[in-house]
Each structure stands twice: as C-alpha cells, then as structure tokens.
C-alpha cells in the first residue's frame, strides 16, 4: 500500500480514537527513518495533551492497527503533541491561529525569498495571509512548503 493511502487508512482509523480522548488530529506521519518505519501520530487539545492522553490514544490505537493490519511490515507507532512550533495543516488550524506569530517555508522564492515571518491573518480561499513589517503578504497554499506557529525563546 502507498504511504499516502496508509496514512488516509490509519486517519480513518485513528480519529473517532483521538475525538474519544477529547483531542483532535493534528498530523500523521508514515516514514522511514535508517532501517525504521515510523507511523507517527501528532495529537492536541484545548490546554495541551498530557502523556496519558498520548498514552490511552497510543494503546487504543495499537490494538486497532494489530486487528485491522493495514500496514505489511513492522513500524513503530509514536503518539505525541506536535510541540510549541506546531505546523499549521488544515483551515481549522489556520482558523485557530490566527493572530498569533508564524513562519512560512515556500517551495520556490518570491522576490529571492523562501522564508517569511509574521502575524496569521487567516487562510481565505486557498491564499495564507500575513501581517509583516514590510506590509500583508499573500501565498497560494499550495505553494506553502511548512506554516510553524513561532516560538520566540
């Protein structure tokens, strides 16, 4: 099975899980790292998530996976918060975020630039805005390589 498709079969798996523990999907991952899969499953709530909360989703999760076996080879399952510089996926994030200072990767430059910073102003019609110090930028989000919440130490 392609890594895309396990990942659309593990969602599908996983969220009426993570929507039990009061917490809502972030992210999955399905990747190979050395000799290692890793299927990796990033999860948040309302105050931040607690080890136990990753722990029960982790458990439940694990004894599905095992029943419904979409995956043919050995992984390891990792269920963890997505950390203080959280990527920014879905429209409910960009919804959720909005104000708040975040970084944004592009593919390809826009004017010899690949990297930029600001205030999230949301996430209209497929076009990310920030509020910069040089003024409003706009990106297509397709063209968006990552979008971080910042963290300033």
Known sequence: ?????IEEVVEELAVPII??????LVDIEYVKE???????????????????DCQRVSETL???????D????????E???????????SQRDFDYFKGREVEIKLYSPVDGKKEFSGVLEGLINGV?????????LHF????????????KF
């Open 70 to 77: 979409p995956i043919d080879h050995s992984y390891i399952l």
């Open 19 to 24: 929507e039990e523990n009061q917490c809502d």
């Open 140 to 151: 297509q989000k397709e063209k968006i390589a990552s979008a971080r919440l910042a963290f």
């Open 79 to 89: 269920v963890s918060s997505p950390g203080v510089e959280r990527p920014l996926k």
């Open 62 to 68: 694990s004894d599905v996976l095992d029943e419904v």
């Open 34 to 52: 050395g000799h290692n899969w890793y299927l990796r499953l990033y999860i948040d709530k309302q105050g931040g998530v607690t080890v136990e």
């Open 1 to 5: 099975m392609a890594k895309r498709k």
């Open 128 to 136: 990310v805005t920030l509020d910069t110090p040089e003024g409003k």
